[in-house]
Nanobody
Framework: QVQLVESGGGLVQAGGSLRLSCAAS???????????MGWYRQAPGKQRELVAR???????NYADSVKGRFTISRDNAKNTVYLQMNSLKPEDTAVYYC??????????????WGQGTQVTVSS
């Protein structure tokens, strides 16, 4: 079974930076292909929203609220997606979830989610 493991969240002051990572792991050879990868976030009392996505051809798209401050990237060799977050604002405070659309030998194409990592930006 494939699992996504996130890291890099934490507490930071406004204007600071954090880098989130999300690595997919599973039985050796089980991940055949990685399609889209992305980051979403959910603040208390709000719906989960898209932060950024990156396709297999490395085309990216961002929420308007993070354009120019966040950068998404991927390392296919490591089955990992990153989110570099700069100039953080208190309104960026949320639980951040990664998402990877993977093709595996056991289950074919499927969307997987990480467990979430808390990002808190103090003013």
């Amino acid at each position: 079974q494939v699992q996504l493991v996130e890291s890099g969240g934490g507490l930071v002051q406004a204007g600071g930076s954090l880098r989130l990572s999300c690595a997919a792991s599973g039985a050796s050879g089980s991940i055949f292909k990685i399609n889209d990868m992305g980051w979403y976030r959910q603040a208390p009392g709000k719906q989960r929203e898209l932060v950024a996505r990156i396709t297999s051809s490395r085309t990216t798209n961002y929420a308007d609220s993070v354009k120019g401050r966040f950068t998404i990237s991927r390392d296919n060799a490591k089955n990992t997606v990153y989110l570099q977050m700069n100039s953080l604002k208190p309104e960026d405070t949320a639980v951040y979830y990664c998402n990877q659309v993977l093709v595996t030998t056991a289950y074919g194409i499927r969307s997987y989610w990480g467990q979430g990592t808390q990002v808190t930006v103090s003013s």
